[in-house]
């Protein structure tokens, strides 16, 4: 099943349904919020690379990093906000976490997002 999904997200056209889902149709992506604010929603990786491994991604379509101007201020100051009080209360500043963005051509997926890990990576698994 996994094999199945990652040939299936390495498809062009999957990648953007699914990032046009996250702007237009999330309500039908199988995701299950953990936090929610006016810009950004986090949920759990669905091929998880680290015990704790949370993806937060805009509500609006960016596409990535470089396309955000000085109108992205109020976005990431939401993401600031939420990203710590996961951090908070999912207790992963003693045993340590990292903040991920892929850009470029590590970027596989065609819609900005970060990857809030926490833990040694799994094996076997990839960062993305």
């Known amino acids: ?23 237009h149709a999330r309500k039908l992506l199988p995701i299950t919020p953990l936090r929610e604010n006016a810009h950004w929603v986090a949920f759990c990786h669905p091929a998880p690379a680290y015990p704790v491994h949370i993806l937060i991604v805009p509500k609006a379509a960016v596409s990535n990093w470089l396309v955000l101007d000085a109108q992205g201020a109020a976005l ?47 094996s076997g698994s990839s960062e993305e």
């Open 76 to 122: 990431m100051a939401d993401f600031v906000s939420l990203s710590q009080s996961m951090i908070r209360d999912f207790e992963l500043e003693p045993a340590g976490y990292r903040l991920i963005m892929n850009g470029g051509p590590n970027q596989t997926f065609p819609q900005l997002h970060f990857h809030l890990v926490a833990g040694d990576q799994l």
């Open 1 to 23: 099943m996994k094999t199945l999904l990652k040939k299936l997200m390495d498809r062009r056209g999957t990648k953007r349904l699914i990032a046009w889902m996250f702007v």
